[in-house]
């Protein structure tokens, strides 16, 4: 794979109608995606698997935009309703778009959700959905499928073995599409689950791994970022 060099992280604020949010810039001297990252209800950028792929990607020709939601940049502790989180994704969509590359939306946890549940209309390329919450704890009656299966283009799920929000093996079970009218569904969303999973054996939620495991956290995280690089090498139109 032909590395490219890169320049140094920039910030970029953008007025939002939830306030301003903010990018970080990571990018690749000669793109030929970005790759938009949301955080998580719990946490921000500085996630190990957000900052990975940041350091990883742009030599391969990847711009990373690492992007904070409205209610982190103000420094609230508690994450808005998915629809406010929906609303700000959307109105970074275009500073997102302005390199004139495809963008792959993506996130982890809730901010998979967002990338999902507005892929489609937004044009995303593809959706990265990292450790995409797909019941809450313990309660998998509680079912987000429908968000993942109506992103409505390639979808690649990197999920840890031992994600209490939904571990790989649940997966198998997941419909090929869902009715319309299923509850969590998206308007718009085209049903076919055209998504791909990749699993990092032992990790959590954050995809920590214990120190027990036969794999180091290092090596844990290589699994992301060689899939993912290797996922985002694939040819259009060849999936």
């Excluded at 079912?143 to 939904?166: C, I, K, M």
């Excluded at 718009?188 to 180091?216: C, I, T």
């Excluded at 956290?217 to 970022?225: G, R």
Aim: with cysteine.
């Amino acid at each position: 794979m032909t590395s490219d060099t890169t320049a140094g992280p920039d910030q970029q604020t953008v007025e939002t109608p939830a306030g301003d949010a903010r990018i970080t810039w990571h990018p690749a001297k000669r793109p030929r995606r970005v790759l938009a990252l949301g955080h998580g209800a719990g946490g921000g950028i500085e996630a190990r698997d957000l900052r990975a792929l940041a350091a990883a990607l742009p030599p391969l020709g990847v711009t990373v935009a690492l992007v904070e939601q409205p209610w982190r940049v103000a420094g609230k502790k508690v994450a808005p309703a998915p629809k406010t989180l929906d609303t700000g994704w959307r109105a970074l969509w275009p500073a997102l778009e302005k390199p004139g590359v495809p963008v792959v939306a993506g996130g982890r946890s809730a901010g998979a959700r967002v990338a999902c549940r507005t892929a489609r209309e937004l044009g995303a390329h593809a959706v990265l959905a990292l450790s995409f919450p797909l019941h809450p704890p313990g309660r998998p009656e509680k079912s987000r499928a429908a968000e993942l299966l109506e992103s409505g283009v390639p979808t690649l799920v990197v999920q840890g073995g031992n994600d209490p929000f939904g571990k790989p093996a649940e997966y198998a079970g997941l419909p090929e599409s869902v009715p319309k009218g299923t509850p969590g569904s998206v308007p718009g969303g085209a049903p076919g689950g055209a998504y791909e999973l990749l699993e990092v054996p032992y990790g959590d939620h954050g995809f920590a791994v214990p120190k027990r495991a036969p794999l180091s956290q290092d090596e844990a995280l290589d699994i992301i970022t060689e899939g993912v690089a290797a996922w985002l090498a694939v040819p259009d139109g060849t999936r």
